[in-house]
C-alpha cells in the first residue's frame, strides 16, 4: 500500500489565521491527491482534487498544492464552519489509502 | 442532482449475516466507481473495495477480501456491501462514495450507515 502521512494530528488556531496541512505519501502519486473535510456526524466532503482543482461550490479560501510525495492544504482565513477534521487521500493507485486526519480545533 | 442515499442503521449480533445498500440517483449509475469506505468509532477512514457497476469489476483492499461482497444491480441504480458472519469489530460507519473516473477522487458521499454488532 501507498501510506499517506499527514501532518500535523490536531491543530488549533483562531477564525481568520492562515492554516496549512501538510501530507506526505511514502511513493510518489504525481498529482493523484484529493482532500476532504468531515464534519461531525456527516459524510467527508471533497475539497480538492488533483493535487490542486478545487471542488465546485467549495470557498476559494482552501487551495492546494503539491505533486510527487509532498502536498499542502492551505485555508486562507479560517472561518467558523472550518473546524472540522480534515483527511488526504492518494487516488494514483488501485489500493486507495487516507491519511489518518488532521482534527482542527478552536 | 447526484445522490447517494443510503438505507437504515442496522444492529446484529456476532455471527449473523447482513447486507447494505447505496441507491444513485441523478447521474448515469453504471459509468460511475462506487467505493466502500468504513470509519470505526472514533477513527479515520478505510477504503474497503470499489465496484463498477457497468460491469461488475470490483476490487478489494486485502485486508477485507474475503471478510466482505460488494456487488451492484445496474437494474436499479443500486449497489451493496454484505457480510456473511459479523464480528463485534466490524462496528463502524459504512460510506459509498461515488467515484469520477478510475484515479479520480470520491466526488459525492452516501450519509453512511451505522452498523453495530453487538451480542
Known amino acids: 500500500d501507498i501510506q499517506m502521512t499527514q501532518s500535523p494530528s490536531s491543530l488549533s488556531a483562531s477564525v481568520g489565521d492562515r492554516v496549512t496541512i501538510t501530507c506526505r505519501a511514502s511513493?510518489?502519486?504525481?498529482?493523484?491527491l484529493n482532500w476532504y473535510q468531515q464534519k461531525p456526524g456527516k459524510a467527508p466532503n471533497l475539497l480538492i482534487y488533483a493535487a490542486s482543482s478545487l471542488q465546485s461550490g467549495v470557498p476559494s479560501r482552501f487551495s492546494g498544492s503539491g505533486s510527487g510525495t509532498e502536498f499542502t492544504l492551505t485555508i486562507s482565513s479560517l472561518q467558523p464552519e472550518d473546524f472540522a477534521t480534515y483527511y488526504c487521500q492518494q487516488s494514483y493507485s488501485t489500493l486507495i489509502t487516507f491519511g489518518q486526519g488532521t482534527r482542527l480545533d478552536i | 442532482e447526484v445522490q447517494l442515499v443510503q438505507s437504515g442503521a442496522e444492529v446484529r449480533k456476532p455471527g449473523e449475516s447482513l447486507k447494505i445498500s447505496c441507491k444513485g440517483s441523478g447521474y448515469n449509475f453504471p459509468n460511475y466507481w462506487i467505493g466502500w469506505v468504513r470509519q470505526m468509532p472514533g477513527k479515520g477512514l478505510e477504503w474497503m473495495g470499489i465496484?463498477?457497476?457497468?460491469?461488475?469489476?470490483?476490487r478489494y483492499r486485502p485486508s477485507f477480501q474475503g471478510q466482505v461482497t460488494i456487488s451492484a444491480d445496474k437494474s436499479t441504480n443500486t449497489a451493496f456491501l454484505q457480510w456473511n458472519s459479523l464480528k463485534s469489530s466490524d462496528t463502524a460507519i459504512y460510506y459509498c462514495?461515488?467515484?469520477?473516473?478510475?484515479?479520480?477522487?470520491?466526488?459525492?458521499w452516501g450519509q453512511g450507515i451505522l452498523v453495530t454488532v453487538s451480542s
Open positions: 462514495a461515488r467515484r469520477s473516473g478510475l484515479t479520480g477522487p470520491f466526488d459525492y
Open positions: 465496484i463498477y457497476p457497468g460491469d461488475s469489476d470490483t
Open positions: 511513493q510518489s502519486i504525481y498529482i493523484h
